[in-house]
């Protein structure tokens, strides 16, 4: 009996369930055609919730890769769902995900059945029986192969278009997170005042030209605009922010490290990044699948990917060294101009792996640094609960930092810390073995092994170089132009105490 | 009187130097056409030395950046220039180039009487006449016009093929340069001494991995082979390197610098490399003119491309700390693995813009202070005057030095110090004035200035991270699988003398 695609808006298990009647031998020859439709059929029909949608179904045999997302638990809270989405304002197609999701178990289920009808006609052949009935079950397994094959196909592709807009939900959020947009976010912490100044105040851009520290002109007929020689005792600076601030987040215990600054896109998507949306931030690499990290967070998080970790081992903790590329498309406004916004820059990142029960005291662990090294500095800044809209899809929670900047006479970010959870994880595979085993059991055994569990993620700047340089020279002016420099980072300068014309 | 277009293959500059007949008003609405065809159709049917050839005549309006190549000089010297070519083994064709040339000249020649001739016209035209011999001028006006309009096409046609091929002669050569393939580079000095081991030497990759340094494979997943994370004290040791570097050559009168890392694809070929050519070293970046730069160098020469330069400026020296990309395609054999070669590395790059007197001074300078690093790091190693076949098109000679690496078993190249003359100057447009005026006057004023000269460019390998990572590490090696850290790097690791396991 030859079994045909699944095909229209529901599928009618009934006639599914049915068992094999038996057929006198004259039957044989004659095809019993199960109507039943491709669902693919059925799933064009769906509006396209995407651009990308078609993409996923030209891409043919290569399927994209697949994130571990929890669906059941999406449906048992399905309104808490729905909500987090408002909140954040994502434009995602949750009732698509669910009915998506409905499909692919029920598709799922039938393929299971049929696979085992298959194994049953399998077995049956094993024994002893007439010829006729031997070409009988040979015929009726070769249909079942077919129909298998087909029911499978389409599996894969309904997996496909969930996966697609599934991927889109965001995060779930902190109960203590503001709701709304950007003027929603809470001060949580101001530190430092601002300085007070007895003469004109300048802006970074004016200093560093007196001092000559940067050059943006032959940058922009080199490179283009937003890039940037840095030159004298800039650079002395860029060295001496990035080696104290390693050395001061070492002593914290994370391990340094540094990191490819080209990685496949597919790693860029699974942190939560999109390379390929309009107004991306990712600049991509011609007649590859490589792009240029926009923060070391992508490929530190990629360096346990498709692992399982002992939870002894947790948490990791990492400080990375790299430079980051970004497009900075669709940014305007007013600040953007000389060091604030620009396409190349240095960054030391914080990066934890940790277990789920144990993010939250990491966000504040991380936070914590981050206020310690910034206050040692001198700085002027204040701590923000980030509102919902502004989270980003991977962060359950946001902690940004703002410090004064007197030129711009505004406070600007220098620092972003994130407590993702088991977002980047489900993406990246990355899980821990759990110690206990659930159920005590006299006999210990493989099967006794607790299953394993989502790691948890975060991520924080320690220090994005050229913020730092906005700061430092903007708070630090003097009347005569020079620039003082902050204690801590004299032993790393040199021993030098400021920077001056022609120093 | 209409003039046509140039055509055939030489320009039969007899007629066209016939002065105008004169003719009766019954002629004055037959056009006389010139049988001069397009001299682009002559140069299709020459044969294409370069796939690329067709390119430029493909960019139509968007005509491609000319380098000031002194043609006069070749010609004048062509032996020489085509001796050159056959020891550098480069496939450039100098004949074509000296034809092209010569049609050029004349071309331009023949442009500018046409232009004589409209200018006279124009000026008669001021004059008082009769109606009729206005109406003839006018006439002569408009047909001089549109022939010089379909002239100056065809020599900016011209100028684009000539400059096409042109680019690609190589620079001359020392006198002292050996001439062949990379076994008749010469030895010039050897350093130090092979370190004798009474264990079995490791190679960096093992060292690396007992001490967690390196991680290749995750590198590898994330993001392709030959990518790499530095882990531990490798991050140390990659710090104090860049650190101590970049303090050695500023005490030696250099100006630090960092560089954008992407360049325009016009300045990657103004210092003579090949973004686009076949096994390109050069990353593209996807919808854009935009490249990954491969050295410090390229932006470095960039940052006085169209300028001149008061002399009293020169020598311009500089030290630039950036990160490299490179393809490596078409890089194959058995020392490509580890560190040797990778896509992505940090580099310290000296780069020296002076007077063309005195850039043999310069390049002897600079193989100076790589000399001195180097011993002072306690390597073993031997520096190259580099053979004609390798010197690379910019470079007028080079020295290479290469170090001994104990578990690689043989030498390998840590550094490379070019002397570029004017080749990278002309191309980027970099000039200096002199300070005397050739002819001396009683007169001072601006026309007794010096004509501005091209600079002379040179760049030099301060520090190849990876590649001294292998130097340390094998060089270093203890039998307990520790490292020594050399004496000058000591301070710039907190003081630390060794690398150990859980160090």
Redesign the interface.
Known sequence: MKMGCLNGTTISLSCLKLAFPSYPSSFQNLPFRRTIKPLSAAVQTSPATSPSTTKVEDQGARSHWKAAIDFKWIKDNKEAVAANIRNRNSDVDLELVLQLYDQFFNLQKEVERVRGERNAVANKMKGKMEQFERQRLIEEGKNLKEGLIALEEDLLKLNDKLQLEAQRIPNMTHPHVPIGGEDSSMTTKLVGSAPEFSFPVKDHLELGKELCLF?FD??A????SK??????DA??L??AL??WT??EVMKRGF??????????SS?VEKCGFQPRGNNTQV??????D?C?IGTAEI?VG?????SILAETLLPLKYVA?S?C?RTEAGAAGSATRGLYRV??F?KVEMFIFCRSEDSEHYHEELIKIEEDMFSSLGLHFKILDMASEDLGAPAYRKFDVEAWMPGLERFGEISSASNCTDYQSRRLGIRYRPLEAPVASPRKSKSNLAPPQFVHTLNATACAVPRMIICLLENYQQEDGSILIPEPLRPFM?GRSVISRKS
Request: a negative charge; aromatic letters at 12%; charged letters at 15%.
């Open positions: 050059d032959t940058a007929e080199v490179s283009g890039f940037y020689y840095l030159k004298n650079v002395l860029e060295m990035v080696n390693l050395s391990t340094p490290l540094t990191t490819p600054e080209l990685v496949r790693i600049y991509s690499i011609e007649d590859s490589q240029l490929p990629g360096l346990h990917m498709d060294f430079h590329f396409h190349q240095s040199g």
